[in-house]
């Protein structure tokens, strides 16, 4: 039996630092791998205040392999002008939040 691709019309944002990164890599490729989740888009809002970026290779090679599902924004800082971005240009009917930072940032 054949898997039937569902479209979903949804927008997932994520938000995490150094401290938060390895749990949400792990969800964005079980996300991206998700047959049943095509159509939703994923954007990565990575934030590490001494631009050391954990698994930024691989998160460069999903964004490649996915450019239409897929976005990374690199940040130095917590810009509120990049979520109002993202914020601002959804073209989805349904967007949500995922933050995973540490506490101090939150």
């Known amino acids: 039996m054949q898997k039937v691709k569902e479209t979903t019309d949804k927008h997932l944002v994520l938000v995490a ?6 749990t ?6 079980e996300r991206l791998k998700d047959d049943r989740l095509y159509g939703e888009h994923l954007t990565l809002l990575y934030v590490s205040d001494n631009y050391g970026f ?21 940040e130095s800082s917590h810009r509120q002008e990049t979520l109002e971005a993202i914020i601002n240009t959804n073209t989805k009917k349904q967007m949500e939040f995922h933050l995973d930072l540490a506490e101090e940032e939150r």
């Open 17 to 22: 630092d150094s401290d938060g990164i390895n």
């Open 54 to 74: 954990v698994f930024k290779e691989e998160l460069d090679i999903l964004t490649k392999r996915f450019p239409t599902r897929f976005l990374t924004c690199y």
């Open 24 to 29: 949400v890599f792990l969800m964005l490729v």
